[in-house]
């Protein structure tokens, strides 16, 4: 069955349906305006809105006795929503918690050049956090030393794929990771400056380096390129360095480096906080690629016409669920690989045996459809790669339909036998359970007569099939 996570949503779900078919049709004159600059990062839409969720779910549990009967009429175990209830509150704990980490970071390592990436391991932060808040500053730079070792940063390297601009820097860029590999920090570190300098000149609007002191890299909903990100950093690495020293550094001062002013550079902890660097401006460089600098506008408002047609698909909508039938089906009377023609237009069957014969046909680009959108609007890699990589280790022959359990109308799991060959040649005939959950256009789970609704596979990166 679903677990906790899939409950919480159906019942979201079920709130907000009740919630707007009751709301007063009203116009709105509310004027847009430019979102200013977070202070914080926990300012940062991403967090805010992680914490904003934690504060919804607890007003949604001093609500739920008055939800109850409504979700009782759609079906939902609410007795099983309630004993989850202390379960959440140790992970609303962990959030509140986790989301102090990037700024606790910040401040205490930007001045020894580290700072927040999205990409880095939050363990590994927190922990070379309470190691410099108990005094241990050596033990805590060791350990983000350590962490950007040379097999973290080859894997890290490969999302940098996806960055256009990055492109033509690859092959020098993997020139300087061979370097550091083997220890040659002295020649890994000049080419990786060279890069991240060239890397941000190309993109910055006014053409500016990173090293240059008006270079402004900040974006919006981003814990790199934030003003205690990056620009900090940038200014930390381009302090000038007028004398020349022999003495041991451990930042990568750009000037004193490159112009053979700080000949004691050549050390891992300077190396590994350059590839930090790099990775960090990558969070920034993406943002640029995708024309996403400054938050996204206002939505538009509706209307009173637009508003009551809202209204109106929303009563629609509730009806659907409260009319809802579940559905439990043995599919003992089809045949092999049957075609998604043999299921009904908005079942969750037509949609996972297309998506199983474009499988057969290796087909990664089409199957990247059926990917939810979640998954879709954060990715950092194109989806017909991440496609290749999750399924291409099997070739798959032909499949079975064996059961269905579809009792809530946006939720689905599908038991389907499956035949694939596997890389050795040896074939295999698993049951493999596909979990099917129908989306709105924004990703928001729906009923499969709503509007543009689609069923995607929710457990597409995550089969359990025998390697």
Known sequence: ????????????????????RHQQVRIRTQRSRTIPSPKKLTDVHKIRKLLDDVESFEAFRATFPLLRPFLARLGVDTSSIEGAFSKYQDLARQ??????????????????????????????AKKALA?????????????????????FVERELRTMIPL??????????????????????????PVLLAQIDGLVSEL?????????????????????????????????????????????IDIPYRHGILHGRDLGY???????????????????????????????????????????????????????????????????????SPTPAQFDDSSPERALAEYLRLWAKSNYGHMARFIPNIFAKYSEEPLPLQMRTAYSAWRMNSFLFKHTSHLVPALAEITVELSIVLADGSTRRPSVTF???CEDADGQMASPKYPNARWVVMNWHALNIPG
């Open 1 to 20: 069955m679903f677990g906790f996570g899939a409950i919480l949503v159906l019942a979201g779900r079920a709130a907000h349906l009740e919630a707007v």
């Open 95 to 124: 959030v509140k918690d986790i989301s102090t980490v990037p700024d606790r970071f910040n401040d205490v390592f930007a001045s020894r050049g580290w700072i927040m990436f999205e990409r880095m391991d939050m363990e590994i």
């Open 131 to 151: 190691q410099a808040e108990n005094g241990d500053f050596r033990a805590a730079e060791a350990t983000l030393t350590e962490y950007f070792d040379p097999d």
């Open 164 to 189: 256009r601009s990055f492109g033509p820097r690859m092959e020098l860029t993997k020139l300087a990771l061979d370097d550091y590999r083997v220890g040659r920090y002295h020649a890994s570190i």
């Open 204 to 248: 910055h609007e006014r053409q500016r380096g990173f090293f240059a002191e008006d270079t402004d890299m900040q974006a919006w909903d981003s814990l790199a390129a934030h003003s205690k990100g990056l620009n900090q950093l940038s200014a930390i690495f381009r302090k000038g360095r007028r004398k020349t020293s022999t003495e041991r």
């Open 266 to 336: 050549a050390n891992q902890i300077v190396a590994a906080k350059t590839w930090a660097a790099l990775f960090a401006v990558r969070e920034w460089a993406l943002k640029v690629e995708r024309g996403e600098l400054d938050p996204p506008p206002p939505a538009p408002e509706k209307g009173i016409v637009g508003t009551i047609r809202d209204i109106a698909e929303t009563t629609r909508e509730t009806e659907r669920w409260k009319s809802w039938v579940p559905r439990e089906v043995e599919w003992n009377h089809i045949e092999e």
């Open 435 to 437: 979990r099917m959950m």
